[in-house]
């Protein structure tokens, strides 16, 4: 890597290294607001090109992409990039055409440019609430031409949100786009669900929290050859929702043993050593 790319690399890092209150506020920052409701599908952006700069140095960990949701700025995403780099990670957060606003199958088209233009060597992918959808939907059409290794998905609705139900029936205008095609029972869903849920090769890993109250009902993230996992399973008193998936400690080792592989076999009684080993 030359010195230039080296400094540059250097100051994401830093930078996305915030303090908790900056996470917390970041999580405000991508909150909007539906009809009195709040959407919170959010993550990421950061422009691809940056990221492609920073070649993979031969020796590291697969890059990881990952994926915004509805509305989705960098700042919501900083605890997750901060925690994959402090592994040596490069990680490529994605800005999705509308902010993931409009049609998935769109989003998932830009996303499998961003992927091409990593090249050959194999990657990993972490898609966050609705952004873990456009994931899959990208998966559905590439899963088997593109070298993705691993897929983490958190509080991804999988099988629709009862909240874009409820902003579809209250203002139709107001809910279109990904918002529409999130309904439970969608067309798009139910196409999207009619097979193979984890086509391809990857391994696929699916984390949620069952007191996720945006993501109605929680389990709306279960796929089927999936490894399911609910923060719940490891720890039984795990308080985090939906938007807190994005920064809590729990969550985030979780999702990091899932992409490096090491995710035990039965997490349930591991909350203490999890909780640890992540400083929490």
């Keep these: 890597m030359r010195p230039g790319a080296r400094l540059k690399f250097k100051a994401l890092t830093m930078a996305a290294m915030t303090s908790n209150r900056m ?28 990221a492609r700069r920073l070649e993979t140095t031969v ?14 700025t960098t700042d ?29 199958a769109r989003s998932a088209a ?3 440019t961003v992927v091409e233009d990593l090249g050959s060597s194999p990657v990993d992918i972490v898609g ?10 990208f998966l559905g059409a590439n899963a088997d031409r593109l070298p993705v290794r691993r897929v983490v998905l958190l509080g991804a609705p ?12 209250l203002n139709p205008s107001l809910c279109t786009g990904a918002c529409r095609q999130l309904r439970p029972g969608s067309a798009f869903l139910s196409e999207l669900n009619s097979g193979d849920e984890t086509p391809g090769d ?5 984390i949620w929290t069952e007191r996720d109250q945006l993501v109605t009902p929680p389990d709306s993230a279960r796929l089927e050859g999936a490894r399911n996992v609910s923060l719940q399973d490891a720890c039984a008193n795990a308080r985090a929702g939906h938007g807190e998936l994005l920064f809590d ?10 992409l490096n592989g090491t995710l035990p076999d039965g997490v349930a009684g591991a909350c203490e050593e999890l909780r640890k080993e992540e400083g929490s």
């Design 23 to 50: 996470r917390r506020l970041a999580i405000g920052l991508g909150v909007i607001p539906i009809i009195g409701a709040v959407v919170l599908f959010g993550i990421v952006q950061r422009e691809p090109e940056r």
């Design 110 to 112: 830009y996303l499998r």
């Design 249 to 258: 400690p729990l969550a985030l080792g979780l999702m990091a043993r899932a």
């Design 76 to 104: 919501t995403v900083s605890a997750i990039a901060a925690r994959l780099r402090a592994e040596g990670r490069m990680v490529v957060p994605v800005r999705l055409p509308d902010l993931g606003r409009g049609s998935i």
């Design 158 to 169: 999988n099988h629709g949100a009862q909240i874009a139900s409820v902003a579809a029936e």
């Design 59 to 72: 020796g590291l960990p697969a890059p990881v992409v990952v994926v915004p949701g509805y509305n989705g």
């Design 202 to 206: 990857p391994q696929y890993t699916s």
């Design 128 to 137: 966050f609430s609705a952004g873990g959808v456009v994931v899959r939907a």
